[in-house]
């Protein structure tokens, strides 16, 4: 059993940045890939960055490409999302998760694991 934990979501102007985290219970952390999604009201979850575990190749969505950043601490078993030049679109509910499982990045039901998310409201 795998707990996830997020942080760092709020409150932030249109332009600025925001660093989100993920503490991750567990000793393979190193295994799994964990990605970031997110859901706005009334739209489906979507797909924001995924980050390998043990090669830490990472992959973002094209919605964020260029602005966001993924990258991950396997010591301290936490995946970060960094976030620059946010946009009022980019308001969402912040989910991180953590895959086992060989099957797409892009696909939430190839998740495992899920946290609780973490609220990001960009306003502009």
């Known amino acids: 059993q795998v707990q996830l934990v997020e942080s760092g979501g709020g409150l932030v102007q249109a332009g600025g940045s925001l660093r989100l985290s993920c503490a991750a219970s567990g000793r393979t952390f190193s295994s799994y890939g964990m990605g970031w999604f997110r859901q706005a009201p009334g739209k489906e979850r979507e797909f924001v960055a995924f980050i390998r575990g043990r090669d830490g190749t990472a992959f973002v969505g094209d919605s964020v490409k260029g602005r966001f950043t993924i990258s991950r601490d396997n010591a301290e078993n936490t995946v970060y999302l960094q976030m620059n030049s946010l946009k009022p679109e980019d308001t969402a509910v912040y989910y991180c998760?953590?895959?086992?499982?060989?099957?797409?990045?892009?696909?939430?039901?190839?998740?495992?694991?899920w946290g609780q998310g973490t609220r990001v409201t960009v306003s502009s």
């Open positions: 998760a953590a895959k086992t499982r060989v099957t797409t990045i892009y696909d939430a039901r190839g998740y495992d694991y």
